[in-house]
């Protein structure tokens, strides 16, 4: 009997110890827990963005101003009021009283020549004495005077040499009536204009501009070279500006004004795309790739046609090798401006 009660018990306790009761979670513990997670790896995540190195880049603001679009040509110094004093008879120079480079007035005597022909005639008469054939010589020479103020920009001959009639004795050149002789492509004839301005850069004066204006257009094509012939006018008062000078001129063509300006060195180039980009930096100092349309350009500054807003910032040094998404610190130019309004 006691057997048998043994083994009845045996199977109960089996069954106790082998009994895995079910685990009861809350719906408002899982909810818990996991908004416990993702605030976790938020936080974690922010910090680590916080912690990341910083790239120290240059920066300014996007503004608005004016722009112009050039032409570019060469042109060449010509005088409009330039004479040669010519011998108007065959004779000798008696006296050549002008040197290259002096200036001379208006009716100032340059040259005197005594006709051959009324030399020979007064040598050769016999009834005239000496002394009356000094006198007649002397009154028989010709003054030779220049017919504006100028310059003498070339003395062909010297005192007592013979020249023949209308040969050529100097030079004089007013130099406050200079112009520039400028040769334009016939491809650029339908953006220029009578009025034009235009900056004129002289070798002879580097690093000055001068300001001039389109005054006429040449209105023949040339055949041989397919340009057309411009004469720019521009002030010479202190007319260190000389004949056959040589000059690079820009003609403004047109001007965009209250548009989106940034340096040119903001502006990114890809070639495999033909993407121009910029690299702008956001209020959370992170530099973002950002693609614009780019207008005209106009030394160091280039406008914005499409791709950003007045007072965005925009990388100018450190951008070349700056990936999107890239922390940095700006350390000059957030207070600058993209470059000189010129009007």
């Known amino acids: 009997m006691e057997s048998n009660s ?10 106790q110890v082998g009994r ?5 979670i809350s719906v408002s513990v899982l909810i818990t827990l996991l908004a416990s997670f993702v605030l976790g790896s938020c936080s974690s995540g922010e910090q680590a963005q916080e912690q990341a190195p910083q790239i120290e880049v240059q920066a300014v603001r996007v503004v608005r101003g004016s722009i112009n679009h050039y032409i570019q040509a060469t042109g060449r110094v010509d ?3 330039k004479v040669e004093i010519n011998a108007p008879v ?15 007035r208006k009716g100032s005597v340059v040259a005197k020549l005594r006709p051959l022909e009324a030399e020979a005639a007064i040598r050769g008469s016999a009834e005239l004495p000496p002394s009356m054939k000094r006198s007649f010589l002397r009154l028989g020479v010709l003054s030779l005077s220049s017919p ?14 013979l020249v023949q009639a209308n040969a050529p004795l100097v030079s004089v050149e007013d130099l406050s009536s200079t112009y520039l002789h400028v040769d334009l492509p016939s491809l650029y004839l339908e953006q220029v204009k009578i009025g034009d301005v235009v900056l004129i850069h002289f070798l002879s004066f580097p690093g000055e501009v001068f300001r001039g204006t389109l005054a006429t257009i040449n209105p023949t094509v040339s055949q041989e070279t397919q340009s057309v012939a411009l004469n720019v006018s521009f002030p010479n008062k202190a007319q260190d500006i000389k004949d056959g000078m040589f000059a690079v001129v820009d003609i403004v063509s047109s001007t965009h004004r209250n548009t989106l300006i940034v340096p040119k060195s903001s502006i990114l180039f ?11 930096v956001g209020d959370d100092s992170i530099a973002r790739d950002v693609t614009v349309r780019t207008g005209y350009e106009e030394d160091d500054r280039v406008e914005i046609l499409q791709g950003l807003s007045q007072g965005q910032l925009v990388v100018t ?5 700056l990936a ?8 000059t130019g957030t207070t600058g401006n993209a470059g000189t309004e010129k009007d």
């Open 6 to 15: 043994t083994q009845k018990e045996w199977p109960d306790r089996v069954g």
């Open 20 to 24: 895995v009761r079910p685990v009861r």
């Open 79 to 81: 005088v409009l009021k």
């Open 90 to 104: 065959e004779g000798v120079v008696t006296q050549l009283l002008v040197n290259e480079g002096d200036f001379v």
């Open 148 to 161: 504006f103020n100028g310059y003498v920009s070339r003395r062909y001959v010297s005192s007592n040499a």
């Open 270 to 280: 890809d070639p495999d795309t033909g993407r121009e980009y910029v690299m702008a």
């Open 317 to 321: 040094q450190g951008n070349y090798a």
């Open 324 to 331: 999107g998404g890239t922390r940095v610190k700006v350390v």
